[in-house]
């Protein structure tokens, strides 16, 4: 039997109706805030994310998909949505339209990892970006839209994190700092972290590994080092968030894990979910789009990891909705009233009300059995009798009680017993 590969998931009829309770929320809430979706390509050429993301980050340094297609392109499968974004909107110079951009994304994303509970090699997010407002009121209506969407997912136990990594003028002094902090300690950290060293000491902070995490715990905070300007930007998402409502703390130790970050970075965690414990990550990169060719353009967003979401909504006994059930099942007793019931459901269906009728030629028993399966809420029997009287014995699944109901007027019946 061929299996799946490793690191990806099935995801079976059980489940679908929680992924599209978690995708019409995320539109909801996006579209709340006036944000718009955007869809762009699954692979992009390499050189996107190399520029992007940036070469010191986990992701481009060993985490992706990279092939060479028929062409000899360098090609890679997509490992997270912002750089996509901002290509699609340099490239199709949305600059010129209505500012600032605003838009959201559902998107599958790739990365080679370890797979385990919450880190998968296929993963999908729910992401939002915001170009052009360099204020911190584009701070806090992101980091809002983030909060309103948990919420409305029902979610309680979520709690947001802000920290500001400063911009690239204070964050020279930083890396300074840091260098003089970690160089005695270096020989203790791992191999990734000596290399961080000497590229991107912060990204020293974001280090998944047990020691390191240790000796960076007491390494000098960004906010020690904030330049005047940087400092009144995190002060005014600090007192807007207040403004807001949206509670939050304070935690130096985020830094996230991609390199085209300055400023405000946040992160929403839940205990919920494990030892991966961030279900949404994201703040501001006002150099990013700069990197790849434009002029300045400031942009702040994030991403939410939908899988984790949903282990932390299984538990949190969080409300998914009801997967909706067929309304009515056509049972015809015999060949002639097989017939009928397949065109009442063609019927109904027109009316707008959902049914389903047999397609296997099964007994009575075996099709009240298959209704019962499917949860349909009613079964209409039609056999000899029901056909000469022109009306169908309409079961209510759950009470059992019954009724006779005219075939004429079985899609208003059925439509009437919704408010039931
Ligand atoms: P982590 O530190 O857990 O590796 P990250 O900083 O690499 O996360 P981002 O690139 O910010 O993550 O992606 C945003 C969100 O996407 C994460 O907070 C997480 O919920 C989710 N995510 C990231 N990588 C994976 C993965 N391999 N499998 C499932 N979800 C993921
Ligand atoms: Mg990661």
Same mark, same amino acid.
């Given at each position: 039997?061929?299996?799946?590969?490793?690191?990806?998931?099935?995801?079976?009829?059980?489940?679908?109706?929680?992924?599209?309770?978690?995708?019409?929320?995320?539109?909801?809430?996006?579209?709340?805030?006036?944000?718009?979706?955007?869809?762009?390509?699954?692979?992009?050429?390499?050189?996107?994310?190399?520029?992007?993301?940036?070469?010191?980050?986990?992701?481009?340094?060993?985490?992706?998909?990279?092939?060479?297609?028929?062409?000899?392109?360098?090609?890679?499968?997509?490992?997270?949505?912002?750089?996509?974004?901002?290509?699609?909107?340099?490239?199709?110079?949305?600059?010129?339209?209505?500012?600032?951009?605003?838009?959201?994304?559902?998107?599958?994303?790739?990365?080679?990892?370890?797979?385990?509970?919450?880190?998968?090699?296929?993963?999908?997010?729910?992401?939002?970006?915001?170009?052009?407002?360099?204020?911190?009121?584009?701070?806090?209506?992101?980091?809002?839209?983030?909060?309103?969407?948990?919420?409305?997912?029902?979610?309680?136990?979520?709690?947001?994190?802000?920290?500001?990594?400063?911009?690239?003028?204070?964050?020279?002094?930083?890396?300074?700092?840091?260098?003089?902090y970690f160089a005695p300690r270096l020989d203790?950290?791992?191999?990734?972290?000596?290399?961080?060293?000497?590229?991107?000491?912060?990204?020293?902070?974001?280090?998944?590994?047990?020691?390191?995490?240790?000796?960076?715990?007491?390494?000098?905070?960004?906010?020690?080092?904030?330049?005047?300007?940087?400092?009144?930007?995190?002060?005014?998402?600090?007192?807007?968030?207040?403004?807001?409502?949206?509670?939050?703390?304070?935690?130096? %130790?985020?830094?996230?894990? &991609?390199?085209?970050? =300055?400023?405000?970075?946040?992160?929403?965690?839940? *205990?919920?979910? @494990? +030892?991966?414990g961030t279900v949404l990550g994201g703040g501001?990169?006002?150099?990013?789009?700069?990197?790849?060719?434009?002029?300045?353009?400031?942009?702040?967003?994030?991403?939410?990891?939908?899988?984790?979401?949903?282990?932390?909504?299984?538990?949190?006994?969080?409300?998914?909705?009801?997967?909706?059930?067929?309304?009515?099942?056509?049972?015809?007793?015999?060949?002639?009233?097989?017939?009928?019931?397949?065109?009442?459901?063609?019927?109904?269906?027109?009316?707008?009300? %959902?049914?389903?009728?047999? &397609?296997?030629?099964? =007994?009575?028993?075996?099709?009240?059995?298959?209704? *019962?399966?499917? @949860? +349909?809420?009613?079964?209409?029997?039609?056999?000899?009798?029901?056909?000469?009287?022109?009306?169908?014995?309409?079961?209510?699944?759950?009470?059992?009680?019954?009724?006779?109901?005219?075939?004429?007027?079985?899609?208003?019946?059925?439509?009437?017993?919704?408010?039931?």
């Amino acid at each position: 039997m061929i299996v799946r590969p490793k690191g990806t998931k099935d995801m079976l009829p059980e489940e679908a109706y929680k992924w599209q309770f978690l995708e019409r929320i995320a539109a909801e809430t996006a579209s709340g805030f006036g944000f718009r979706e955007i869809r762009t390509p699954v692979f992009e050429h390499t050189e996107l994310f190399a520029r992007g993301v940036g070469d010191t980050s986990d992701i481009v340094n060993k985490e992706m998909y990279t092939f060479l297609d028929k062409g000899n392109r360098s090609i890679t499968l997509r490992p997270e949505g912002t750089a996509g974004v901002a290509r699609a909107f340099l490239e199709n110079g949305l600059a010129g339209g209505a500012m600032p951009f605003k838009v959201y994304y559902l998107i599958s994303a790739f990365r080679y990892e370890r797979p385990q509970a919450g880190r998968l090699r296929e993963f999908h997010q729910f992401g939002a970006e915001l170009y052009g407002a360099e204020g911190a009121y584009a701070d806090a209506e992101a980091i809002s839209l983030a909060d309103a969407f948990l919420k409305n997912l029902g979610l309680k136990k979520v709690a947001l994190r802000i920290n500001s990594i400063g911009c690239p003028h204070c964050r020279a002094k930083y890396h300074e700092a840091l260098k003089a902090y970690f160089a005695p300690r270096l020989d203790e950290m791992c191999a990734d972290c000596k290399t961080r060293f000497d590229k991107n000491p912060m990204r020293m902070l974001d280090c998944k590994e047990e020691n390191c995490k240790k000796i960076a715990s007491d390494a000098p905070r960004m906010l020690d080092y904030l330049c005047d300007d940087c400092r009144a930007h995190f002060d005014q998402v600090k007192n807007l968030l207040d403004l807001a409502s949206v509670p939050y703390t304070v935690d130096p %130790s985020i830094v996230r894990g &991609l390199d085209y970050y =300055s400023r405000t970075v946040f992160e929403f965690v839940s *205990d919920a979910a @494990g +030892a991966q414990g961030t279900v949404l990550g994201g703040g501001r990169y006002d150099t990013l789009l700069s990197q790849l060719g434009s002029k300045e353009v400031p942009a702040v967003g994030f991403a939410a990891g939908m899988e984790r979401l949903l282990m932390v909504m299984n538990a949190e006994n969080a409300p998914f909705g009801k997967e909706i059930a067929t309304e009515c099942y056509l049972l015809g007793m015999d060949e002639k009233s097989r017939e009928k019931a397949f065109l009442l459901a063609t019927e109904l269906r027109r009316a707008g009300v %959902s049914a389903e009728t047999d &397609l296997m030629e099964r =007994s009575v028993k075996a099709q009240f059995k298959y209704a *019962d399966k499917i @949860g +349909a809420h009613c079964v209409a029997v039609i056999g000899e009798s029901e056909l000469s009287e022109g009306a169908a014995e309409v079961k209510d699944m759950k009470t059992s009680a019954s009724e006779k109901v005219n075939f004429k007027e079985l899609a208003q019946y059925l439509i009437g017993r919704r408010s039931l």
